[in-house]
């Protein structure tokens, strides 16, 4: 490795070449490379002309006059409603859009026409309230089909949305809607989760004390446990729909009109406001969607099992399955409710055929065990897809071999809220995969991993994460604050766009994301992935997740602290703590060997999902933990904080 890189330690040797059946009839071929390393502007024009409909065609394609500031197809006009459903409507109006599963066991199916319907008719409503071109919406929902009917809406009108996870809280809304100027704020009385109601009107009350932007607040009526509404400014989704026309113009957008601010969940800082727009989002939404899914419109059931309220479910929930007539799968709820095979029976009930989630759900569903999944018929499954984190080749092995009964390819998808879209993924019928690595930038995206000074680092070693030129569903700024744009994402390494992430690259040219750089370790000089260690713990038969920090050390400057959750059926002792520091030491070697583990029945983490380290190594080095009310399980903190201790007073 180089002195200012990352150490690579952990070897992977599984390979898994593309079957030749699912190779024969893919959507991707690896001719896609090749044109798109000749001339990769043209490859993402062809994109842009072949997969959506324009008004008026773009003459321009990439402007880069004003870097970092990009402009892609800037002449072009186009509405994106209008790609997701009108285009659809005469060949395919009764085409499911959304199987929908309600929590409580409600379902609806929602046609092309009916979500048209719906979406010209709140649009309308919209419009009658006052609401124009270029206004901001705020959207603050659970998993109903009326989120993805509001989002729609304001495309159609022009007006960029900015939906809010409903899993935050009044102060979140605040934040949001304060930075954007929201006009409006669409929610609904309440969502279900986990069998009780989650008051989103009643959050909503609570921070429209505090956000004079918004008018009016629209209520979709989901949970009826009865909601306060204040006369003039809130105003019930049914009451304001009921006389409306199902045809609304749509607006004609440029390409790099707004289309959408999402706030991105930074843990300490100020969220960023990440400005997405109009004719390169699309494009990339869509095409990305088709490759890498490898969605045939007319036989597929795709289900992408994230929350809208994340970039995730904006591209591959919302706008690229529905720019691309695709049948999907909604749902309201929480995996283990009411029992922890809730994914698997919807898949067997509709005949899931592509399925999107995430390492920690993988992980969760390793801890729960695969007599969940055994009990139903996983058979319709035929591609598998994960995001959010790097997967450890442990959870990627059981999930090829529990979900995707050893038969179907998996794409571990590489992006960001700022990418827009999937950056580095295999192409399911191209690439032969290796468990743990995202493998390559997609046909006209560009990844370099660098060392500290900027130069690039040659296989087998590790760095910082670039893209190295710019791509249609890029974010286009700050929502205002251009400044912090260019000081977040284009500074690190002049031209080049820096993600925020360590990686490495194996001899093949194979990616493997590390995580983000400040969850690096520096023990005795040697900088090691907290990722690295993770996977190196998982790989062990009782171990079903870890989180591993670096806490000071006089010593060594950081040492490595693992905390463990094991996997049902094994308990916890000293000999197991040895054991498993141990299997480290053997599985990357004696540099990166715990110098404590703290077991514990579950990890803290943000509500999208993600280990918070950062609280981890507050409560390793015994600082004050601040405000953790943001996180999805605040209460497994004050357990984890006093096993710490007893160790720390122990040693
Ligand atoms: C960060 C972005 C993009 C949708 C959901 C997350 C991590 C994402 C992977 C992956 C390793 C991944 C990175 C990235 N990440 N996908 N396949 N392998 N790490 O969006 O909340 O903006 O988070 O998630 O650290 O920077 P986000």
Not at 163 to 176: E, K, L, M, Y
Request: charged share 25%.
């Amino acid at each position: 490795m180089t002195d200012t890189g990352i150490e690579n330690l952990l070897q992977e040797e599984r390979l898994f070449p593309p079957s030749d059946e699912f190779a024969a009839q893919a959507n991707a071929g690896p001719e896609l490379y090749t044109e798109a390393s000749e001339d990769f502007v043209a490859y993402w024009r062809r994109q842009a002309l072949e997969r959506i409909t324009w008004f008026k065609e773009p003459t321009e394609d990439l402007d880069d006059s004003n870097a970092p500031f990009f402009k892609w197809f800037a002449d072009g006009e186009l509405n994106i409603s209008y790609n997701c459903l009108d285009r659809h409507l005469d060949a395919g109006g009764g085409k499911v859009a959304y199987h929908w599963i309600g929590e409580p066991g409600d379902r609806r199916t929602v046609t092309y026409q009916q979500l048209s319907d719906e979406v010209n008719r709140f649009a309308n409503g919209l419009r009658s309230l006052g609401v124009e071109k270029g206004d901001r919406v705020a959207i603050y929902m659970g998993m109903v089909p009326e989120l993805a009917v509001a989002m729609l809406a304001c495309a159609r009108i022009g007006a960029p949305h900015s939906v809010i996870f409903g899993g935050f809280s009044a102060q979140s809304i605040i934040d949001r809607v304060q930075d954007a100027e929201a006009k409006l704020l669409i929610t609904a009385d309440g969502a279900w989760r986990r069998g009780t109601v989650v008051p989103l009107k009643e959050s909503c009350d609570e921070a429209m004390l505090s956000t004079p932007s918004i008018d009016h607040c629209i209520v979709y009526e989901r949970t009826k446990q009865g909601v306060s509404m204040t006369q003039g400014r809130d105003i019930w989704w049914h009451d304001l729909v009921a006389d409306q026309s199902t045809e609304c113009e749509p607006e004609v957008m440029g390409a790099e009109d707004l289309l959408y601010i999402l706030y991105t969940s930074g843990t300490t800082a100020k969220p960023k406001g990440i400005m997405h727009t109009t004719g390169g989002y699309i494009t990339s939404a869509a095409s990305t969607h088709s490759l890498v899914f490898d969605v045939k419109p007319e036989s597929d059931v795709y289900w992408c099992a994230a929350d809208i309220g994340w970039v995730t479910g904006h591209t591959y929930i919302v706008y690229g399955p529905l720019a691309n007539h695709t049948t999907s799968v909604m749902y309201e709820g929480t995996p283990d409710y009411p029992e922890k095979d809730r994914l698997w029976s919807i898949i067997e009930e509709y005949g899931v055929t592509i399925l999107y989630t995430a390492p920690t759900a993988i992980r969760a569903f390793m801890k729960w065990g695969a007599e969940y999944p055994e009990r139903r018929d996983l058979s319709s499954l035929r591609l598998l897809g994960s995001v959010g984190e790097p997967i450890n080749p442990e959870a990627w092995m059981w999930y090829h071999e529990n979900i995707g009964s050893s038969n179907c390819p998996i794409v571990d998808t590489w992006w960001q809220t700022e990418t827009g879209s999937i950056m580095i993924s295999p192409l399911p019928g191209v690439t032969t995969t290796k468990p743990g690595s995202a493998t390559k930038a997609m046909p006209g995206v560009s990844a370099e991993i660098v060392d500290q000074e900027g130069n690039r680092v040659s296989p087998g070693g590790g760095g910082f994460l670039t893209i190295t030129k710019p791509w249609p569903a890029m974010l286009r700024s700050i929502y205002g604050d251009d400044e912090r744009y260019v000081s977040t994402y284009w500074s690190q390494y002049p031209g080049r766009y820096f993600a925020g992430d360590g990686a490495k690259i194996d001899d093949d040219g194979y990616l493997w994301i590390l995580g983000r750089v400040d969850d690096v370790m520096n023990v005795s000089g040697h900088r090691i992935s907290t990722m690295e260690v993770e996977s190196a713990l998982v790989s062990h038969p009782a171990v079903a997740e870890s989180a591993v920090v670096g806490a000071t050390d006089s010593l060594t400057g950081q040492a490595i602290v693992a905390f463990v959750t094991l996997r049902g059926g094994f308990e916890e002792s000293d000999g197991l703590n040895d054991e498993l520091r141990k299997h480290v030491a053997v599985q990357i070697g004696p540099i990166a060997k715990p110098k404590s583990i703290i077991f514990t029945p579950d990890l803290p983490k943000t509500r999208s999902g993600k280990i918070m380290r950062r609280l981890l190594r507050d409560i390793s080095e015994n600082r004050d933990l601040g405000d953790i009310t943001t996180l999805a399980n605040a209460d497994i903190v004050a357990n984890i904080a006093s096993q710490s201790e007893a160790q720390r007073k122990d040693a």
